[in-house]
Nanobody, 121 residues
Framework: QVQVVESGGGLVQPGGSLRLSCAAS????????MGWYRQAPGKQRELVAG???????NYVDFAKGRFTISRDNSKNTATLQMNSLKPEDTAVYYC???????????????WGPGTQVTVSS
């Protein structure tokens, strides 16, 4: 079995920072792309940032210059450093990982349960 779990959410004031972590565990052969998504109340889930297995990153416009995605392949983890947070960044943040399980010939996309980020004074 494969599991993906996020951590690091919480309440922060506007202009503050948070660091989200994502850990994949279980019967993992390899991990391809990893990404962070978010879903605000009443809105669809949207991509925040992604990172390939060799470290190539991509960001959506609202994340550029404020958020940084990184990963540690040796630990099967990814992080999202969020700076200059705004109230509109309030959402549940989800980690996604495309993982090849041990014994499998192809990858599947696994999602964590999400972590709440609230930006408010």
């Amino acid at each position: 079995q494969v599991q993906v779990v996020e951590s690091g959410g919480g309440l922060v004031q506007p202009g503050g920072s948070l660091r989200l972590s994502c850990a994949a565990s279980g019967s993992i052969f390899s991990i391809h792309a990893m990404g962070w998504y978010r879903q605000a109340p009443g809105k669809q889930r949207e991509l925040v940032a992604g990172i390939s297995s060799n470290g190539i990153t991509n960001y959506v416009d609202f994340a550029k210059g404020r958020f940084t995605i990184s990963r540690d392949n040796s630990k099967n983890t990814a992080t999202l450093q969020m700076n200059s947070l705004k109230p509109e960044d309030t959402a549940v943040y989800y980690c996604s990982a495309r993982i090849v399980p041990i014994g499998s010939l192809w990858s599947n996309e696994y999602w964590g349960p999400g972590t709440q980020v609230t930006v408010s004074s």
